[in-house]
């Protein structure tokens, strides 16, 4: 009787819904790890109707791949979807957009082997040609002011970044996987319950990967708006002060934002695609200064909106519920 394959010692969970070439690439710059035999892939498919699952059932990469379906419910059930089919002790959350390194599963893995069970987030920045547009300007900046605050000793830093982030599956368990009633800021929640284990949180430079990040500046808008909404459910939850999630007030501006959006909605909205017309410009101009400023801007209005909707029940324009 032939022996049992070894079980691997990560398992690479990646959610995808309708990212295709993005998701070729990011299997593609796996199968280039250092070793091959350390990992399995499990990829959930989240309802994609571009060919994804049809696809992954054709590659035989040089690496265990599965992969898994999670019936459209969203990126944090098919997180955790894929990792209850996971084998590794240790799962790395990787998103479909990143072209990892070859060293980023050995490094997650040692700083586990190391540290275990730790909480260890890899940097991801922009892949070359992805720096050209503001809503991915400002993103890359939100993400250089978290990992900042998780090297300075003394700072408390609850946010985390799920589509590079490694944890044990027993933390997994222990913790009930991710939030799946949250569409935005699963890896918020997830960094704080992870936290109140007192499972330390571990910055590994290492377990690098590329991004690449493409967002159209109408998806910015409903996803600043969602994330608005998802705060003020996460403030709540853990009984935390909301300015501490979604930073402090930005005087008449964000007076006038929450006023807006709390009395004429539809109206707000129409103003938010007017500040959208004014980042296309300024990406147009490719001045960055411009484009991060405009981009903010829009970030602010929006998440604002988000925020608004959630607390006073204002009526939510189609487009953005």
Request: glycine share 10%; aromatic share 6%; with cysteine.
């Amino acid at each position: 009787m032939p022996a049992e394959a070894p079980k691997p010692a990560v398992t690479i969970c990646i959610p995808t819904r309708n990212h295709l070439p993005m998701l070729r690439q990011t299997l593609d710059a796996l199968g280039r790890q250092t070793d091959l035999r350390l990992f399995q892939v499990v990829v959930c498919d989240d309802g994609s109707t571009d060919g994804s699952y049809e696809e992954l059932q054709s590659l035989r990469p040089g690496f265990d791949l599965r992969w898994v379906q999670s019936g459209g419910r969203g990126s944090g059930a098919a997180r955790n979807v894929a990792a209850a089919a996971a084998e590794g002790e240790v799962l790395i959350f990787l998103d479909d957009d990143q072209l990892a390194n070859p060293n980023l599963v050995a490094a997650h893995l040692a700083v586990q082997r190391r540290e275990g069970p730790a909480l260890v987030q890899g940097p991801y920045p922009l892949a070359p040609g992805c720096d050209r547009a503001g809503t991915s300007l400002v993103y890359q900046q939100g993400q250089d002011v978290t990992l900042w605050k998780l090297v300075r000793p003394g700072l408390l830093a609850r946010h985390v970044w799920d589509a590079n982030l490694s944890v044990t599956a027993a933390t997994w368990r222990e913790v009930g996987g991710f939030d799946e009633t949250l569409l935005r800021n699963q890896d918020l929640d997830f960094g704080i319950r992870v936290s109140a284990l007192g499972v330390p949180l571990v910055f590994e430079p290492a377990a690098f990967s590329h991004h690449l990040h493409r967002l159209s500046r109408a998806d910015f808008g409903r996803q600043e708006f969602q994330t608005g909404r998802d705060l003020v459910r996460i403030a709540q939850k853990h009984g935390l002060a909301l300015e501490a999630l979604v930073g402090p007030g930005r005087g008449l501006a964000d007076r006038l934002a929450v006023l807006a959006w709390a009395r004429a909605p539809a109206v707000a909205d129409r103003a938010g695609r007017l500040l959208s017309g004014s980042l296309a410009l300024a990406d147009a101009s490719n001045v960055r200064t411009a484009q991060l400023i405009t981009a903010r801007l829009l970030r602010r209005f929006y998440l604002m909106g988000g925020v608004t909707a959630e607390t006073r029940d204002s009526a939510i324009p189609p487009q953005l519920a």
